[in-house]
């Protein structure tokens, strides 16, 4: 019931991420980082099937659950990735400050000015 409806949310968020990560502020490519976390985290725990009062303990002599109940595993696993997520927006966040300081701005366009001239240029595609 809930899966189709978290399935267009991650899609969304997918979708957002995308837009901010497409973008030439730090900032706003900070967020999509952020917001692409979270999509995965999404994704992850959809697929962790969702269902409600049903929590997943196998009864004594039994072998398994007496319910489809949902999946912890990928519950743990975002547990995880939410803590490592919020690490590494900590860092992303002191570095975009750092470089504010800096130069100035928080336009990876400006930024690019601020390389010396003597040193060749960065490759721009792949």
Same mark, same amino acid.
């Given at each position: ?16 991420? %995308? ?7 730090? %900032?706003? %490519? ?12 999404? !994704? ?6 969702? !269902? ?27 547990? !995880? ?10 860092? %992303? ?6 470089? #504010? ?17 003597? #040193? ?5 595609? #792949?």
């Amino acid at each position: 019931m809930m899966e189709p409806a978290l399935a267009a949310v991650v899609v969304v968020y997918f979708l957002g991420s %995308i837009f901010l990560l497409t973008s030439t502020n730090l %900032i706003r %490519i900070l967020l999509g980082v952020a917001l692409l976390g979270n999509a995965a985290n999404l !994704t992850i725990f959809t697929a962790g099937r969702l !269902t409600r009062e049903v929590p997943p303990v196998i009864p004594e002599g039994a072998m398994q659950p007496l319910a489809q109940t949902a999946n912890p595993l990928p519950q743990a696993l975002i547990l !995880t990735a939410i803590v490592i997520a919020f690490a590494l927006f900590a860092f %992303i966040l002191v570095l975009v400050y750092r470089s #504010y300081q800096e130069l100035g701005s928080e336009n990876v366009d400006r930024m690019r000015e601020a390389e010396p001239l003597e #040193y060749p240029r960065p490759p721009e595609g #792949y």
